[in-house]
């Protein structure tokens, strides 16, 4: 049974350019969250995806856009980079109405902005 | 005020000892409580999650949960080098619509 994978596991950009990471849900698993975490952070919240729509977005600006294919995988989009952008980025999958099973989190992509 | 707080440590414990990790969140309706273990470099790992006040035990680990005075810990009996990491805490918020809001973590070091 896969878990959560996420491509690539490392990346580096320069400021301005922009990234597509990517996510494959846990077997079984429909819903997709992102989450940013910065060094010696909590994760930061992104947005979350379900039914291929976006259901709930935290405090991110319009450069971080996504998207959720039929077959539930995801991929988080940020443009016009900045320094700020570089962390580990977190793709996570649940089942709606199993939330309180908690989330199963993918390795993570690691962007370094330069 | 931070919605989920913890002490960001580091908390340093003699191998064997009990280590003992807290988290308190704000007045808000909260549902559902997890505690995940992240490891430097890697993604966070669930461990316990607790729903109800008391305590819930699963193998070395007990969480304990008191929503009456809004706090969740986490204790680690015989605790063992391989237990160094940083433990996060996380809660679901009832009108959050099932979104994990985080603590910073706390950083914890066992010493052999």
């Known amino acids: 049974d896969a878990g959560v994978t996420q491509s690539p596991t490392h990346l580096i950009k320069t400021r301005g350019q922009q990234v597509t990471l990517r996510c494959s849900p846990k077997?079984?698993?429909?819903?997709v969250s992102w989450y940013q975490q910065a060094l010696g952070q909590g994760p930061q919240f992104i947005f979350q995806?379900?039914?291929?729509?976006?259901?709930q977005r935290g405090n991110f600006p319009d450069r971080f856009s996504g998207h959720q294919f039929p077959n539930y995988s995801s991929e988080l989009n940020v443009n016009a980079l900045l320094l700020g952008d570089s962390a580990l980025y977190l793709c996570?999958?649940?089942?709606?109405?199993?939330?309180?099973?908690?989330?199963?989190f993918g390795s993570g992509t690691r962007l370094t902005v330069v | 005020q931070k919605e989920v707080e913890q002490n960001s440590g580091p908390l340093s414990v003699p191998e064997g000892a009990i280590a003992s990790l807290n988290c308190t969140y704000s007045?808000?309706?909260?549902?559902?409580f997890f505690w995940y273990r992240q490891y430097s470099g890697k993604s966070p790992e669930l461990i316990m999650s607790i729903y109800s006040n008391g305590d819930k035990e699963d193998g070395r680990f007990t969480a304990q949960l008191n929503k009456a005075s809004q706090y969740v810990s986490l204790l680690i009996r015989d605790s063992q080098p391989s237990d160094s990491a940083t433990y996060l805490c996380?809660?679901?918020?009832?009108?959050?619509?099932?979104?994990?809001?985080w603590g910073a973590g706390t950083k914890l070091i066992i010493k052999p």
């Open positions: 995806y379900y039914e291929e729509e976006e259901r």
């Open positions: 077997s079984g698993h429909d819903t």
């Open positions: 996570a999958s649940s089942l709606p109405g199993k939330i309180n099973y908690g989330y199963t």
């Open positions: 007045d808000r309706v909260s549902q559902s």
């Open positions: 996380a809660v679901i918020l009832m009108d959050s619509n099932y979104q994990l809001i």
